[in-house]
T-cell receptor, first 111, second 113 residues
């Protein structure tokens, strides 16, 4: 059974810092990995999708990497801003057309 | 291009009642999946539909059911509501549901009293 772990569970940083969020998964036989952002009481916003054949994806200040062999992904956020404050969720697609989610990292960026 | 639309956004029910939630996917997306989010269990997969057929189901009791219509809109139903069914129910759509990107709606927040 696929298990997804996100560390740390919570993170508070001052504005302008570069930061890394971690995601690990137990079964390396995945199709893809997707990073989401969730604001309080809201749905999920897709940030980046990495297919299993890819090593990284970039969008603006965000960069996500994938290392299937070690079962790890990282989300790098450059020059963090208060508007980046949210919960970040990592989800693994491993067939069966269902995602397995981590429990998220709650990020707070202090002005 | 409109996103995934879920209705209603909020609802309150009492134990034993039933509830129906609706989801309209992004235009052109034929796969709709449903997830339950609770503080204790996080996000858990309920089921996935494609072309009106349920292709996969998560580990939930039979009280949870769903369907998809020919226009790809989907509904999920929960019968005989229990307190533990209180959750945010999220719908996601994708083009085929296989390896593509999932796009989520804002969710339907269900409170069971």
């Amino acid at each position: 059974k696929q298990e997804v772990t996100q560390i740390p569970a919570a993170l508070s940083v001052p504005e302008g810092e570069n930061l890394v969020l971690n995601c690990s998964f137990t079964d390396s036989a995945i199709y893809n990995l997707q990073w989401f952002r969730q604001d309080p009481g809201k749905g999920l916003t897709s940030l980046l999708l990495i297919q299993s054949s890819q090593r990284e994806q970039t969008s603006g200040r965000l960069n996500a990497s994938l290392d299937k062999s070690s079962g790890r992904s990282t989300l790098y956020i450059a020059a963090s801003q208060p508007g980046d404050s949210a919960t970040y969720l990592c989800a693994v697609g491993a067939g069966r057309r269902a995602l397995t989610f981590g429990s998220g990292t709650r990020l707070q960026v202090q002005p | 291009k409109a996103g995934v639309t879920q209705t209603p956004r909020y609802l309150i029910k009492t134990r034993g009642q039933q509830v129906t939630l609706s989801c309209s996917p992004i235009s052109g997306h034929r796969s709709v999946s449903w997830y339950q989010q609770t503080p204790g269990q996080g996000l858990q997969f309920l089921f996935e539909y494609f072309s009106e057929t349920q292709r996969n189901k998560g580990n939930f009791p039979g009280r949870f059911s769903g369907r998809q219509f020919s226009n790809s809109r989907s509904e999920m139903n929960v019968s005989t509501l229990e307190l533990g069914d209180s959750a945010l129910y999220l719908c996601a759509s994708s083009v085929t549901g296989d390896t593509g990107e999932l796009f989520f709606g804002e969710g339907s927040r269900l409170t069971v009293l």
